[in-house]
């Protein structure tokens, strides 16, 4: 397959936002271009990545919009959805048109704005991501699945919460660092004792927020790359598997096998392994997700993700730094822009520009971003510049 | 590029069904399989299109639902969005992912269930495929957009509203002959004019209804195409062009300058002209859109597309006919299914299996796929199994 770089990067902070959504987007856009040292009218084509504007601010068919708003002309526009990973898979149709030969320099944005709509309203829009008629509609939200699966993974393995506390803690405490996190927030575990039972075990502090947020990428053909200004980060491998949507469907609670699948492509098609990965930004959409994913991507065993955690393996100067960004829970989960996000981040610590949550000596980044409760999963890893 | 053939192509009965939007989707699906006489197992990823399931049945993050209903097992599955021309954008993924050789046998459903909705609020939701803030949220529909353009079409070149009433009779006449169409119903001049006003021109007989319904293509690397029952319908060229999702931002509004750039690139590709195709299955969402279409195709100059309906020139036995199978006007139009179907009715008659509506001696079948008033547009151009 030809092969593929990401030349610019850029995000808007995360958080609560004035900027309407196509600003966001519009914005997290123009910045990647600029990093790249382009123009609008050098981008061939356009992937857009991004959950439920319809259900969120009445805007569907917003490719073109975002597009428009960018000044890129006429170019093929096109959304991709597919709930939390929307981004990713925004970014895996650049790879594919670029390696089909159709086009040689893509812009990617994963934008959503969330924070215009009512709270509660929110929670049920974000549960049509899951499966409506046999597990949303009957009061099945994500914070209700994911506190099965952590309860699950608990009695499997004999562990109580604090593997969950320390996940809290080390992303906000890596979000210090990072000036687009949504939060800027030291915790501890006396603060998550004290916060709000969101769905029993997960408290608030075990949960992403709602954000407002884009990110954007600019990605071309390494056999392109020489004429822009930034070295192009390698993309050196990705994988992409599914399941089903609805979790009652899954065998186990404790492991998303499309995660697994996915890790497995993205590894053997960058000829890596699980040891060679310097730093990997997963989706903690909650705590309980990131112990989950570190162990789906072979970083732990079954069952030692969390005590991992506790024990600073996956701090950022730990083996394994993971979510040095500060992670979904830290940084913010604006749904479509996550999947994009991770690979801004990852592209900035591989360009050694990650500033106060630099990984030193960052060779190898993987990014691994989840759509539902693992019915969509992209794993890719991204190399340093040549 | 790698060379793309359609090995299998199938599609449900249009209208009001009394199936699940799941069921829909995965119906279409299993008969393009058995269509191109392969099991799931066989299938190496599947992109959907589809337009607002989140608003019209709450069930975002569709692929991966619908690829488990089809027992696609871990095969990535992508949504893509593109308002009206989701289902064609959904088909590009495909040919991209092959062309780049990620894979060789992929699957491409399109589906929309709108009924179950009240109408009230369909008219809304489609609205979200418009620019909201500018335009949807002030009272401009899609009939009202459409009216607009033809307004301006009708007092730009000196017309009446007959032409309109050409397209409409030609196309309820044409979808007699297509059993997956939503209305077997011949109608006359005096239909249309006793028809309840819409938006001043169009009448109900000038809109296309609401519909459920779903289409898919089997689509594979030609390479492999040897070892799959049917002949491939060859994919001899394809463009993709957007524009601002805003009327009020078009230079003019008997053109759609997007579906221009679409068609001349899927030409120059296929190295082909208008004058060789033999039959066009463009998007007639009102009747006004498909006088305009044939034109922005090079059919007809600026101005005599009515005129040529009128003449008989678009009919089944006329020069260049256009919409055989009764268009969206007649056959209906599920809007993620619309750009999906029309490859498949494209398939039918070039494998020369399209029964009573059959254009004789078809070898270059042309398809025109609208998102919004203009925003996305995709022109294919297929070609009869060699």
């Known amino acids: 397959m030809r092969d593929v770089v990401i030349v610019g990067a850029a995000e808007t902070r995360f958080g609560k936002s004035e900027l309407a959504y196509r600003d966001l987007a519009a914005q997290a856009g123009r910045h990647a271009m600029d990093d790249a040292g382009i123009d609008s009218d050098e981008i061939e084509a356009f ?40 981004g990713s898979t925004a970014f895996l149709s ?8 159709a086009h040689d320099v893509v812009l990617v944005v ?20 899951a499966d409506w008629e046999n597990e949303s509609k009957v009061g099945l939200t994500f914070p209700g ?17 604090d593997i969950l506390d320390a996940v809290a803690i080390k992303n906000h405490r890596n979000a210090m660092g990072n000036p687009y996190a949504q939060f800027h927030k030291l915790i501890g575990p006396e603060d998550i004792a004290r916060s709000a039972m969101v769905a029993d075990p997960l408290t608030l502090y075990d949960c992403s927020p709602i954000s407002d947020g884009a990110a954007a990428v600019v990605v071309v053909a390494a056999d392109v790359a020489e004429r822009f200004k930034r070295p192009g980060v390698r993309v050196l491998g990705f994988g992409q598997a599914s399941d089903s949507l609805a979790l009652y469907k899954h065998d186990e609670l404790t492991t998303l ?48 993700g969390g005590d991992a955690v506790k024990a600073g393996v996956t701090g950022r100067d730990g083996r ?21 996000s991770q690979l801004v981040e990852a592209a900035f610590q591989l360009r050694g520009e ?12 993987l990014t691994h971003n989840v ?10 890893i991204l190399g340093r510049p040549a």
Chains 1, 2 share one sequence.
Do not use: W
Not at 94 to 101: E, L, S, T
Not at 371 to 380: H, K, L, N, R
């Open 47 to 86: 992937f857009l990545g991004t959950f439920s504007p319809g259900t969120f601010i009445h805007q569907e068919h917003a490719a073109p919009l975002i597009a428009h708003e960018l000044g890129l002309a006429h170019v093929p526009s096109t959304r991709t959805e597919n709930a939390c990973a929307s």
């Open 145 to 161: 699945a994911y506190a099965l699966i952590a309860r699950a993974y608990m009695h499997k393995y004999g562990k109580t919460r």
């Open 257 to 304: 096998p499309a995660a697994r699948r996915a890790g497995e492509r993205a590894y053997r098609m960058a000829g890596l392994a699980p040891e060679d990965v310097d730093l990997a930004e997963v989706h903690d959409c909650f705590t309980i997700a990131e112990i989950v994913a570190t162990e789906d991507l072979g970083f732990f065993g079954p069952g030692e």
């Open 354 to 365: 990650a500033g106060e949550r630099q990984v030193d000596g960052a060779e190898i980044a």
């Open 320 to 340: 394994i730094p993971v979510n040095p960004s500060g992670g979904l829970k830290a940084k913010g989960h604006p749904v479509g822009a996550t999947g994009v």
């Open 371 to 380: 759509g539902g409760s693992g019915a969509t999963c992209v794993v890719t």
């Open 110 to 129: 994963g934008a959503e704005k969330m924070t215009a709509t009512p709270v509660a309203e929110t929670t049920s829009i974000l549960a049509e991501a």
């Open 94 to 101: 650049a790879i594919y048109a670029i390696a089909a030969g």
